[in-house]
């Protein structure tokens, strides 16, 4: 899997700050599904490819968009617990449905997770704790859609009245609601006796962005544009997160430490903190 994460705050420049880093953005084929949420004037849209594919350039869609706020993943082709236990069958054959495509959506809220877990185990536990309009969103058994739904359940009952539609809503609530959400999630897998190991996981609202190291690497990069006397345009801040498997990224990359959580707020000022701050 692949995940790619950016904000900026100048959306007509983000595919030319991307551009610097192309090399990074390809998804290394074959690839089962990939797709894309991206916030435009406050709403949430999608682009998906739910049908296998070669390589994919994670920039080329992007150079078609004007947002400031993207999260992207690729899906690799593999046989999985969820395949296994789905009775619709293997999620990665060309019957796919854009449904199970990744990134997720809940009105202002895109999220994506790497990783998988034993769904079936825990369904039925997990599906309980989701309120009934927010279940109704629910469009498949993927493990990423399933831990979104729970952590936006959590956001539901302990942030602030209408904090699911406040775009103002404070990074830390949010941040809060991703801790609750994980450790009941971790818990309801232990008490089945499966692995409690959820992946890397991103979430925005559009207005601020929640990047989780968990498992495989997550690391940051901040990007830069020059301005018309080909020095460094102070008034450009982007901050990009991608997923990787390398040991080692070179151009500025920095790694997240396992369990860290960066928030990025609106203004594009960084917040690294920890999962239970």
């Known amino acids: 899997m692949k995940l790619f994460a950016v904000m900026c705050n100048q959306p007509q420049r983000l595919g030319a700050a991307l551009a610097q880093v192309r090399g990074h953005l390809r998804a290394i084929g074959p690839v089962a599904r990939w797709g894309l949420a991206y916030d435009h004037g406050g709403e949430v ?3 998906r490819t739910p049908r296998p594919s070669a390589d994919v350039d994670l920039t080329s869609p992007l150079a078609e968009l004007s947002s400031d ?3 992207a993943q690729a899906v690799s082709v593999t046989r999985d ?7 619709r069958g293997p999620a ?5 449905v854009p449904d199970n495509t990744p990134p997720f959506r809940f009105r202002r809220w895109m999220y994506a997770q790497l990783g998988t877990f034993d769904v079936a185990a825990v369904w039925a536990q997990v599906l309980s704790r989701i309120p009934e309009f927010l279940r109704r969103n629910l469009r498949s058994k993927e493990p990423g859609e399933l831990a979104f739904h729970l952590f936006l359940t959590a956001l539901h009952e302990t942030g602030p009245s209408g904090a699911l539609d406040d775009p103002n809503l404070s990074p830390h609530a949010v941040r809060k609601a991703l801790a609750l959400s994980s450790r009941e999630l971790e818990a309801a897998l232990g008490a089945a006796g499966r692995p409690a190991q959820l992946g890397s996981a991103v979430v925005s609202n559009g207005r601020c962005m929640l990047a989780l190291r968990r498992v495989p690497a997550l690391r940051m990069r901040r990007l830069w544009l ?9 008034r450009f801040r982007c901050v990009l997160f991608l997923s990787s498997r390398e040991p080692q990224l ?3 990359f920095e790694e997240l430490a396992p369990g860290q959580v960066v928030i990025v707020r609106r203004d594009l000022t960084l917040d690294p903190s920890t999962l239970d701050a």
């Open 92 to 96: 990665d054959t060309p019957t796919s």
């Open 226 to 234: 020059p301005n018309d006397r080909g020095e460094r345009d102070e």
């Open 250 to 252: 070179e151009d500025g």
């Open 45 to 47: 849209l999608l682009v």
């Open 69 to 71: 706020c993207v999260i």
């Open 81 to 87: 617990l969820r395949d296994a236990q789905d009775p």
